[in-house]
């Protein structure tokens, strides 16, 4: 799976196609949709303790993907809400969930900014009463995050940096007065992460308008969100799920955040994928299996939002299991199977599974079937690292990597209704 695709463990649909300085840049913007509940009451915009309540049951129905749910929970803010600034903004996050389900239009991200825009006038305007109200602040940070976001999507690369720039400086301000504001530390640790990851060509001209991130500093603080923050718990566990299943490739350390997040919201399916690659690299392949036969069964029921376009992205899953395993025909077969029902939102899955097909004739002696392969990789319309992969081995052949330790059993899988 594509690194920053978890963005609410869903991904954004046009951000496969970009060019790599804007994938930069969405990458960090997209993990900047922070729900954060701020704790306003100095404000006059948290003044119940049932306000807080509505936003983390929102939350967990958002990342549960169950969007009417989750929408009529923050709609339920105006009962508590005097300021009238909380409702719309998480029901602007509902949209903004709903439109990762398809390709969003020009109009339908403009209409986002529209109605962001009252709401961050508004918000800046009680801010110049109480500058040093980090309730505010933290606000804020969440509402111009967002507002990066559809920028970027949009080509506005000036108002995107821009937004960033406020963003982080928000919610560095907020941290000042009150650095127990755990939250906080989820949109700073991926802003950190984020920009240490930049190609060093890009940095001079991303470090001209943004401060530059720290790789050890960005883990460290979505470390703290993850273990104290209230909202964003979760999100942050999400993110260094994602982190440590891509870039980092730790996989003992992502094995505990995906069993947790699977039985917490077993109505997303990006979570079941997630899950199924740990226990696969990690060489449980009993337990990668398993979660194999779920993810088919919700696919052939029609469950939660398993769809039928997901059906390539589940063979050249199982596909890779088997070839983990060692298993190399039956894993070519599903690689094939999954090559032959490509889709234009799960391009890079045709292209990893023409790049595994590459490496397992690679291991098999078949220098030739490999390398035609790897051609049949790089002529997807796709961005993804794949493609990186198929390019290397094009070079020069794949040879066998060592085996990663197995993590040990932690104990039984709870039930998480899906079969």
């Known amino acids: 799976m594509e690194y920053w695709a978890f963005a609410r463990a ?81 029901q602007a996050f509902v949209l903004l969930a709903r439109l990762q389900e398809r390709e969003p239009t020009r109009q339908e991200m403009d209409t986002f900014l529209a109605a962001m825009r009252p709401l961050l006038a508004k918000a800046e305007t009680r801010l110049r009463q109480t500058p040093e109200e980090p309730d505010l602040l933290l606000f804020l940070g969440m509402a111009w995050g967002s507002k990066a976001m559809i920028d970027s999507a949009l080509g506005n690369y000036f108002s995107a940096y821009e937004a960033i720039k406020r963003t982080k400086s928000y919610l560095d301000a907020c941290l000042v007065p009150q650095p127990v504001r755990y939250d906080a530390y989820y949109g700073l640790g991926l802003y950190d992460y984020t920009l240490s990851r930049i190609a060093w060509f890009y940095r001079p001209l991303v470090h001209l308008a943004l401060p530059p991130g720290n790789h050890e500093r960005g883990l460290r603080e979505l470390t703290i969100a993850s273990e104290q923050g209230v909202a964003t718990r979760m999100l942050a566990k999400l993110a260094l799920l994602q982190i440590y299943t891509g870039i980092e490739k730790e996989f003992g350390k992502a094995l505990p955040l995906a069993e947790e997040l699977l039985r917490r919201f077993p109505g997303n399916p990006e979570l079941y994928f997630q899950t199924a690659l740990v226990y696969s690299e990690l060489r449980r392949f009993p337990e990668a299996l398993e979660i194999g036969r779920r993810i088919r069964a919700n696919l052939n029921l029609g469950r939660y939002h398993f769809t039928r376009e997901m059906l390539p992205r589940y063979l050249q899953l199982i596909g890779k299991i088997y070839m983990d395993r060692g298993d190399y025909s039956t894993a070519l077969s599903f690689f094939r199977q999954a090559v032959e029902q490509p889709t234009d939102r799960y391009a890079w899955v045709t292209a990893w599974a023409w790049t595994r097909t590459g490496m397992i004739h690679d291991l098999t002696g078949k220098r030739t079937e490999a390398e035609r392969s790897y051609r049949m990789a790089l002529a997807i319309k796709t961005n993804s690292i794949a493609k990186d992969v198929a390019r290397q081995y094009l070079n020069e052949p794949y040879r066998k990597e060592a085996a990663p330790r197995t993590s040990p059993v932690t104990g039984p899988e709870e039930n998480t209704g899906s079969p």
């Open 10 to 90: 869903k991904g954004w649909p046009a951000y496969r196609s970009l060019g790599a300085g804007r994938r930069a840049c969405c990458g960090l913007i997209l993990g900047l949709l922070v729900l954060m509940p701020p704790d306003l009451s100095r404000a006059d915009l948290w003044a119940d303790a049932k306000a807080r309540e509505l936003v983390v049951a929102g939350t967990d129905h958002l990342l549960n993907l169950d969007y009417d749910l989750a929408e009529r929970t923050f709609a339920r803010l105006d009962d508590v809400d005097r300021s009238g600034l909380l409702a719309p903004l998480y």
